[in-house]
């Protein structure tokens, strides 16, 4: 849990302290003597509307500004409009970013309205700066402008921004330190990202993310083990290690440490349930952490193992280190290793260059896998990438016809292997009523496909045997199992 007693210690009446994190803590504080007097202007509560777009990251960091905006006395609503909105933006596809757009001229009316009303972006898309540029000219009412690498500066940039009455916009080159000790609101309270590195070094020709999420650190083990114990303190009981590729935390360390080390002390603290983490690169994935996971009671059988493409040649050109036939045989070792694994992927339709051949191969590594879902994209040309500059852009019409075929694929082989738990008794944490039926609650099993079953709220955050009686295409309909869990029916 975040210690508010030692925020609530920091003296505002001076300067502000020059180390973080009592730095932002002094901000924090300021802030909210502002809010306070703004609410009384209004004379209603203050809300705030967090928009998040694009992964877990991002989820992550909107998590950490939800909790500042929080202490200042905004208010959550699910409205889109409200007196604090804040997008935490994507970049990584194009559609992404038109999405922002969109949504920025739609805010436009409501601002005029409302005096009171602050609109931020920060995130992945600020990094960009033609993307400022564009926000600079031609939507002068966002008050906010603030990257990835200073998140953790909201509300000293907010501040700043109430100080002068003018629009402020402050986007970093590069990341400075990691800063650690900073409030958080999880979205579920037994649940939530736990960040164990920041960055991608992988340069991956057709990826943004290492441009605006600059080069790869780790935290310190010790820092994320703090995290995770205090955590399980609060009620957590599952954690979804962070990183774009977890495979190579903690090789830039003064004291280097395998990622399969970091989950075997992970896996030591007392009370934690369930231990998830994304993404694996497959170049990286040793075969320490493959024993670790099959040795292991809490890390869950799935593993996300984006593949790309299935053609090697493709795959050389989109500089991701590995072939065809290495990524078929590290499924293999998986799946022989430990048997009720879960794979999922990542997989690009379209790159530069790619033939009907070579998209054929990429359908072969889908049927020869068996993944129980895929996350398919089409290509989306991101300036300043190398592949944005290669020859033989594939047209439109092609990549479309290409990317509903693989989706076809992806279903049918995904039908073939997901309901394979059928019949059987599982562990399901349980997350919700279900959106349709309320008699309904819907949780997830450890290889994260979804199960419905009867049970009320009360079990909301707890770990049920359940029986697995029907398989409905991507989800099981199941009953409880457990004596007591009956009971708390
Ligand atoms: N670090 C993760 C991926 C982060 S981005 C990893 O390496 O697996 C998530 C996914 O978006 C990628 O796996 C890729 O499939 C897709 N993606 C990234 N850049 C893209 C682009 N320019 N066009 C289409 N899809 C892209
Ligand atoms: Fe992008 Fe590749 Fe890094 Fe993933 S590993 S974030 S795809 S550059
Ligand atoms: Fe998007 Fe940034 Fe994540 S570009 S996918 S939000 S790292």
Redesign the pocket.
Known sequence: MFDYKRLEAVDIQGEPPRYEPERQYYYMKKCREWAEQEEERAGRPLTMSIQTLGCQMNAKDSEKMTAVLAYMGYQETVEPVADFVLYNTCTVRENANLKIYGRLGYLKNHKKKNPHMKIALCGCMMQEKDEVEKIKRSYPFVDLVFGTHNIYKLAEILYRQIQSGHRVVDVWDEPEEIVEDLPGKRKYPFRTGVNIMFG?N???SY?I??YVRGRERSREPEDIIREISALVADGVVEVMLLG??VNSYGKTLEQPISFAELLRQVEKVEGIRRIRFM?S?PKDLSDELIAVMRDSKKICPHLHL?LQSGRSSILAQMNRRYTKEQYLNLARKLKTEIPQISLTTDIIVGFPGETEEDFQETMDVVGLVGFDTAFTFIYSKRTGTPAAAMKDQVPEDVVKERFERLLKKVQETGAKVSGRQLHTVQEVLVEEVNDHDSRLMTGRLGNNTIVHFPGTEALIGKIVRVSLDEFKGFYYLGKIKNKQDKEAR
Request: proline fraction near 17%; glycine fraction near 0%.
């Open positions: 991608c992988n340069f991956c990826c993310v290492p774009q590729n993404t690169h984006p």
